[in-house]
């Protein structure tokens, strides 16, 4: 069993940022995969990030890269979402997942987060 909080989460101004962390407990957070999912209000949730067990390979939703930036930080058993250049289109809740692999897909996601609300106004 592995349990996720997210933090980090709140207004912001379009054009600024904000860091969003995961932190794990449970079983050893090296072993897994994660992944940052947000929903917006009457959307289905979509796949934002996800970077390795090991932090050695990331992928990205074509609508973040560039601006948005995954790590870990796995002796501190925590995930961060670096996200720059915010946009009012980004506005969600965003949710920290555990998987195997990459979780692509919110079917790949074996653990979830509770999730935490970011705004970004015009």
């Known amino acids: 069993q592995v349990q996720l909080v997210e933090s980090g989460g709140g207004l912001v101004q379009a054009g600024g940022s904000l860091r969003l962390s995961c932190a794990a407990s449970?079983?050893?957070?090296?072993?897994?995969?994660m992944g940052w999912f947000r929903q917006a209000p009457g959307k289905e949730r979509e796949f934002v990030t996800g970077?390795?067990?090991?932090?050695?390979?990331?992928r990205y939703a074509d609508s973040v890269k560039g601006r948005f930036t995954i790590s870990r930080d796995n002796a501190k058993n925590t995930v961060y979402l670096q996200m720059n250049s915010l946009k009012p289109e980004d506005t969600a809740v965003y949710y920290c997942?555990?998987?195997?692999?990459?979780?692509?897909?919110?079917?790949?996601?074996?653990?979830w987060g509770q999730g935490t609300q970011v705004t970004v106004s015009s």
């Open positions: 449970g079983r050893t957070f090296d072993s897994y995969a």
């Open positions: 970077i390795s067990w090991s932090g050695g390979r990331t």
């Open positions: 997942a555990a998987g195997a692999a990459i979780p692509l897909f919110t079917s790949m996601a074996q653990y």
